[in-house]
């Protein structure tokens, strides 16, 4: 069954909070924090 984006979003958000792990994401527009895809580019 697919879940769709929300789902697994929502997936990884309850995941998160249970096991106390921190999602942290990069700022839009800042590809200087996201080097390791940009250099795939």
């Known amino acids: ?3 769709g ?5 929502a997936l990884i958000d309850d995941s998160s909070s249970k096991t106390g792990v921190r999602l ?3 700022e839009l527009g800042n590809p200087a924090q996201n080097a390791f895809v940009e250099s795939q580019n």
């Open 1 to 3: 069954m697919s879940r």
């Open 24 to 26: 942290r994401f990069i």
């Open 5 to 9: 984006l929300r789902g697994c979003a």
